[in-house]
């Protein structure tokens, strides 16, 4: 049967591979739970005393994880699951690791296992609850108004923290402590989304032609102008670095995302180079935090950079082995420096093997984003995974000195509950925008004159109805977005 004698009446169905993510998610916590071995056996010489609750840990709480997407979204991006829990494993394997140091050992690994679970319970709680994205469009000024109030909480007295390492960022909440701004990231990237699809049009409008480059009216400049402030506001404040910069480049992403003008990314470049100027002469932190990473040996604040760099040296391509380096000797190993610690025991090929691993789930990310037929989520989907770059390039960059340090955590890596459950959210979020997008959507003409199916009337198709594989010229393998299969309504095709 042809694609053509259907007639108006099909369907395209991409094949799901949840079995695919199965495995994978299964390769992934056998490789955690061999590296938590491997740690135990080169500082102990004996397998951890814990080891059948933590084998039970690192297979059940993923396999659940995935039972939630094969159960309400059976059409997700089946690779980010499995990157996030290899990641999230590797880092509760490092953070034991520098456990191991202390005598009689912590049990920073033990608290961040309790995270994981929390983290993951969200996750299927954001696929099975929410399970789609669009109605979230609905709470635009809402989200936006609560991912504020919660980039304000450091501020507030009784509950701040402090100055913790030079900014203030954390708040306390009984016997826990909590960073607002990493749930702030979420809720704005959002928010930012809903408000840009509303505004789009206005703020496409042409204005002055620069240099073969529109920009933008001064009239619309208003939203931009709003955020950079905000994001000033918090640089002065919190002394926050990282968190102003995240917000400020999430921005303007969406922003050039949704409008598809390169003035608005000029206008942000400028913007931001005026605020990095005026952070370096008006905050104190961000000038210490320019020295260190230009003079790290001529200031005592280069210490924890320059052990991370000697760190790093030691392992050299192919590292030292889990548990045979010395981590313990930078600083904040097990947050900010955890992946120095993992490139001085993995090597930089393990490090780099890291960095792929992210890189892996921002291209499914953004793939996704492309593959969206719908502006909000298109441009949700690239929010999150251009966030979720950055702060990575941010992280790893600063601490091999290729930029200042920023303060940002390592995502699914560094030790602390509220990173680690936020970016399990982003990840829930990103898997209920691939179903979105990959789901099977009927089609009012499914042939134009050139043969290529189209697609002009989303609806929804019962997963049960029959379905047909479409023969392929030459015996082509289809990939993930080409169609596989059509689905006739009524059972015959």
């Known amino acids: 049967m042809s694609v053509a004698e259907v007639g108006d009446r099909i369907t395209v169905v991409p094949r799901k591979r949840r079995t695919v993510e199965m495995l994978l998610v299964i390769f992934a916590s056998a490789l955690s739970l061999a590296a938590y071995v491997q740690v135990d056996l080169n500082v102990q010489g004996e397998l951890p005393a814990n080891l059948v609750q933590v084998a039970i840990i690192a297979f059940v709480l993923p396999l659940l994880a995935h039972a939630a997407i094969r159960w309400r979204a059976p059409y997700a991006d089946p690779v980010i699951l499995p990157c996030a829990t290899l990641l999230n494993g590797l880092g509760l394997a490092m953070i034991h690791r520098i456990d191991l140091i202390n005598d009689p050992p ?83 990237a959002i928010a930012f989304a809903s408000y840009l699809v509303e505004k789009r049009d206005v703020l496409a409008l042409a204005g002055w032609r620069v240099l073969g480059i529109d920009l933008p009216r001064a009239r619309d400049l208003g939203p931009i102008l709003l955020v950079w402030i905000a994001t000033l506001l918090v640089l002065v404040f919190q002394n926050d670095l990282g968190t102003s910069l995240l917000f400020f480049a999430l921005f303007v992403t969406m922003l050039y995302v949704s409008t598809q003008r390169p003035g608005w990314a000029i206008i942000g470049i400028v913007l931001f180079a005026a605020g990095a100027v005026f952070g370096y002469y008006t905050r104190g932190h961000v000038r210490v935090r320019v020295a260190a990473w230009l003079h790290p040996f001529d200031i005592e604040q280069g210490y924890q950079l320059i052990q991370a760099q000697f760190g790093l040296a030691w392992g050299g391509l192919l590292g030292r082995g889990l548990g045979e380096g010395r981590p313990g000797l930078t600083p904040l190993a097990r947050s900010d420096f955890i992946a120095t610690s993992l490139g001085e025991e993995l090597g930089m090929a393990g490090l780099f093997a890291i960095i792929l691993i992210y890189g892996l789930i921002v291209s499914r990310g953004l793939r996704t984003a492309l593959a969206c037929r719908e502006p909000f989520g298109k441009l949700l989907a690239a929010g999150l995974s251009f966030s979720f770059a950055l702060q990575v390039f941010l992280i790893i960059g600063g601490v091999t000195r290729l930029l200042p340090l920023t303060g940002l955590t390592t995502p699914f890596m560094s030790q602390g509950g509220s990173s680690l459950i936020a970016n399990w959210v982003v990840m829930g979020l990103l898997l209920i925008i691939s179903h979105q997008v990959r789901r099977p959507m009927a089609t009012t003409r499914d042939v134009d004159p050139g043969g290529q199916l189209i697609f002009e009337r989303p609806d929804r198709v019962a997963d049960s109805e029959l379905t047909q594989e479409i023969g392929r010229a030459g015996g082509a393998e289809a990939d993930d977005d080409q169609p596989t299969q059509i689905h006739a309504r009524g059972g015959r095709a």
């Open 106 to 188: 912590s049990t920073g690994a033990s608290q961040q296992l309790l995270w994981t679970g929390l983290g993951i319970a969200l996750l299927i709680v954001v696929i099975t609850v929410v399970r789609d994205h669009r109605p979230l469009q609905g709470y635009t000024y809402t989200l936006g108004l609560v991912g504020l109030v919660l980039l304000l909480l450091p501020l507030v007295p009784g509950i701040s923290a402090g100055d913790l390492g030079g900014a203030r960022i954390w708040i306390h909440l009984g016997p826990f402590s909590f960073q607002p701004a990493e749930v702030a990231k979420v809720l704005l």
